[in-house]
């Protein structure tokens, strides 16, 4: 699948990508993660069943990313549901529309697959990306993400523990 979008090549992701979505994201996040951008196609590519991640090509350079997979029945959800993991835009052409063609390239592909539902996170200081998120559709889920610092529940729980033991 190769989508012309005024000099703008979309296009499934491919193995090859990698270099080039570490040195994009190394620029935007300040930091090196090829291991897990290697995790990560390798799920997106290889162990999923429905390859759903593009990405964006001006003259024959990959300028922005879109990963993501299909996940059936998560947290209870009978429907499948697509979950948008990663979203990358390369600096030097940030604001030229690329997010936008490949998210709409994106939900073209999931509705042509009757996949109803996207889903994504994003971290409560990223207002630029929250924004862009708001503009394109996105609202609050009815859910709340829930975390836990393993050693702090650790304590935690030895504490209940002593305590019944000792009440």
Known sequence: ?????????????CEKDRDRLVAIDEVVSGRRREAWFEGRLRRVLEDSDIHISLGAESDGILVGAILGTVQY??????????????????????????????????????????????????????LELIAFF??????????????????????GARAREDGEVQG
Not at 134 to 155: H, T
Request: net charge negative; glycine share 8%; hydrophobic share 45%.
């Open 73 to 126: 029945g998560e947290f209870g959800q009978a429907e499948p549901t697509a979950i948008l993991d990663t979203l990358l835009v390369d600096r030097a052409f940030s604001r030229r529309g690329i997010a936008s063609a490949l998210l709409t390239q994106l939900l073209q592909n999931l509705s042509a697959l009757r996949i109803r539902r996207l889903r994504t996170q994003v971290a409560w200081d990223e």
């Open 134 to 155: 708001g503009k394109s559709g996105f609202q609050p889920a009815a859910r709340i993400v829930l975390e836990l610092d393993v050693e702090a529940g650790l304590r």
């Open 1 to 13: 699948m190769e989508v012309d979008d005024g000099g703008l090549n979309l296009r499934a992701l």
